[in-house]
Each structure stands twice: as C-alpha cells, then as structure tokens.
T-cell receptor, first 114, second 111 residues
Framework: GAVVSQHPSWVICKSGTSVKIECRSL??????MFWYRQFPKQSLMLMAT?????????EQGVEKDKFLINHASLTLSTLTVTSAHPEDSSFYIC??????????FGAGTRLSVL | GNSVTQMEGPVTLSEEAFLTINCTYT??????LFWYVQYPGEGLQLLLK?????DKGSNKGFEATYRKETTSFHLEKGSVQVSDSAVYFC??????????FGAGTRLTVKP
C-alpha cells in the first residue's frame, strides 16, 4: 500500500535553533499534504494544509512564520520549526492524500527542545 | 466547530474479550467518520470508515456504525487478540476535507 515516510523520527535541539522535518510520499503523488501536532494526552491538531506549488494554509492560532511549510514537489513537503523553544516540543505527524482520497500518515517526529 | 470525543484510556483486556471504544462527534453537515490505528513504532493506518448515516465500516474483525441520531461511531470487536494492542483514533472529515481527531485510546491486550 501507499507509504508516507517522515524523517527524522526523533530530534533533540537547543533552544533558538531551527529544525526541518521531511514528509515524503513514497509511491504516489500527493498534491495535498497535512501537518498535525499532538500534545501529550491530547488530540491530533491540524496545523496546516500544504499544497504543491502554492502557499500553505494555516489553521487559526498557528504561526506561519514559526512553522514554515514548503511543498516543493508532488512527493515532498517540509516543516521547519524556526527558532525552536521548549514549548514547541511535541509530536508532529504529516499525512498525504492519494488519488483514491485515502489519507496516509507518516510515523511522526518527536521534537524535544532543550 | 467540529470535534471528536472518544473514550479515555488506557484500556486493558484479556485475549478474546469483547472490545468497545466509544466515539461521539459534533459536526455541521454530513461528515465522514473514521477509525485509525497506530501500532507501536508505526504511523497511523486507516482501520475502517463510514461516509453516511447507518453505514457500517468493518475490517480485521472491527466494526463501527455511523449513528447520526446519537452522533456516534463506536468501535467494536468481538474477540480481541494480543496483536490488537495499539492506539486507536476516532476521526471525522468535514466537507472542507479538514480532519478532526479524538485524543486516542490505548488498548493493551494481555494473553
């Protein structure tokens, strides 16, 4: 079946640095990818919708200058957490929609900001 | 706004026990409803879905029926196995393609 690869699976960084997370659809082209964030013991929250070739659409309350999303190709979207702070520590998950309108998820990235 | 509320975990069952994980939703219009499963170390996978009222989604022995009158989509399985141990997420997709997830319920099945 379709696979979405997310990298890295775990990253630790110092406060003030930037971290890039990649999301790739391995065997299908995805014009739309989504980025989610999951706080401990809480729901997955949609952060933004990433569309290939255009600017991402951010959910209310999500800082677009802090969470930079680039959907450079039909198989790759990246999320960059700029100037990360401890409160950005979380579990980030991407997903991609196939032509069959099925949403496939990456394994997630655990970000720890020290 | 649209939201999903699911049963808090963790849930611990013995093998062959009956499983129910409750899920209710709030939404305008006619959302599609989903159950996703996340096995340890893996990404979320679609388990089953239902796109309209009274539809029943089923897969791998799991079932859930879209009940509009009670705005519910409870997940059931008649006889769980150790391999069913995972985190289960109830979700809805609205007419704008936006997904909303429940908080997830961790299921542990003991032999």
């Amino acid at each position: 079946g379709a696979v979405v690869s997310q990298h890295p699976s775990w990253v630790i960084c110092k406060s003030g640095t930037s971290v890039k997370i990649e999301c790739r659809s391995l065997d299908f082209q995805a014009t739309t990818m989504f980025w989610y964030r999951q706080f401990p013991k809480q729901s997955l929250m949609l952060m933004a919708t990433s569309n290939e070739g255009s600017k991402a659409t951010y959910e209310q309350g999500v800082e677009k200058d802090k969470f930079l999303i680039n959907h450079a190709s039909l198989t790759l979207s990246t999320l960059t957490v700029t100037s990360a702070h401890p409160e950005d520590s979380s579990f980030y998950i991407c997903s991609a929609i196939s032509l069959g309108d099925i949403q496939y998820f990456g394994a997630g990235t655990r970000l720890s900001v020290l | 706004g649209n939201s999903v509320t699911q049963m808090e975990g963790p849930v611990t069952l013995s093998e062959e026990a009956f499983l129910t994980i409750n899920c209710t939703y709030t939404a305008t219009g006619y959302p599609s409803l989903f159950w996703y499963v996340q096995y340890p170390g893996e990404g979320l996978q679609l388990l089953l879905k239902a796109t309209k009222a009274d539809d029943k989604g089923s897969n791998k022995g799991f079932e859930a029926t879209y009940r509009k009158e009670t705005t519910s989509f409870h997940l059931e399985k008649g006889s769980v196995q150790v391999s069913d141990s995972a985190v289960y997420f109830c979700a809805l997709k609205d007419n704008n393609n936006d997904m909303r997830f429940g908080a997830g319920t961790r299921l542990t099945v003991k032999p």
